[in-house]
């Protein structure tokens, strides 16, 4: 049997992020994605227009469907639409870790679209809170480091962070400048970095790959260092590869 990565996110009716890009993501890896949605979107390649969380209560009854039925092998963490779905997501981990202590755990800590639009009825710092003790690998870009952390340097970001239960933090440099994307891993050793030629453009979903890709990599049980640079560079190759479907944000190839 496949392993099985258990994805919460939300749905993006373009294809290009949310549990569609998660799901091509985990697949690109050799395992299987469950999908429980967290949250319906209005939205296109670009632009966010409005975003409709489900009901705690029917993100509680997808994931137990699941979980009852299917060895998880790894969850990553998308968009969660609301504070209550985090905390339903939350209730799910620690019931399963109480079997599968080791469990790896990929936290996508979106705050906003690339262009800004709000994905959360909540505060969605605040609503991350409960999520952050669980996370083995944290994968914010350079913004969401800082408003997460309230801390401007990276290795202060990163503390802060680990500070609060993240494991392994691989922050992200898609946002910067240059002609080079610098991402640099904070765990329990040395600070790492990878360093990547910047791609011309904008994609949609380039977080959702990584992260996706990250738990599918941790989900066949590779050891994180190679986990993180396999899912690099699958990512890097998709952005590489990225096709176009409207103007604007084009499609990551995954």
């Excluded at 632009?47 to 509680?60: C, E, S, W």
């Excluded at 409960?130 to 996370?135: E, F, G, I």
């Excluded at 969401?144 to 970001?157: C, F, P």
């Excluded at 941790?218 to 560079?233: F, W």
Aim: charge should be negative; include cysteine.
């Amino acid at each position: 049997m496949k392993p099985c990565v258990l994805v919460f996110a939300g749905l993006d009716p373009s294809g290009g992020a949310g549990l569609s890009a998660d799901l091509q993501a985990v697949a690109g890896q050799g395992a299987h994605a469950l999908t429980v949605c967290t949250a319906l979107t209005v939205q296109d390649n670009d632009r966010v227009y409005g975003v409709q969380p489900v009901d705690a209560g029917m993100v509680l009854r997808q994931a137990q469907a699941l979980v009852g039925k299917c060895a998880i092998s790894a969850v990553k963490i998308g968009i969660t639409g609301s504070a209550a779905n985090a905390l339903a997501i939350a209730e799910v981990i620690v019931r399963l870790r109480e079997r599968q202590p080791d469990l790896p755990v990929v936290l996508d800590p979106v705050l906003a679209s690339g262009h800004g639009d709000l994905l959360s009825r909540d505060d969605a710092v605040q609503a991350l809170e409960p999520l952050l003790p669980l996370a083995t690998v944290i994968t914010p870009n350079g913004p969401e480091a800082q408003a997460l952390s309230d801390a401007t340097r990276l290795d202060a970001q990163a503390q802060t962070l680990r500070a609060r239960g993240c494991c392994h933090v691989l922050i992200t440099g898609g946002h910067g400048e240059g002609d080079e994307v610098v991402n640099r891993w904070y765990g329990q050793d040395a600070p790492r970095e990878w360093r990547w030629r910047r791609l011309a453009g904008e994609f949609h979903g380039s977080g959702c790959t990584l992260a996706s890709a990250i738990a599918g990599q941790l989900a066949l049980g590779l050891p994180t260092t190679i986990a993180l640079e396999n899912a690099q560079h699958y990512t890097y190759l998709a952005l590489h590869d990225a096709y176009a479907i409207a103007e604007g944000q084009r499609i990551p190839l995954r």
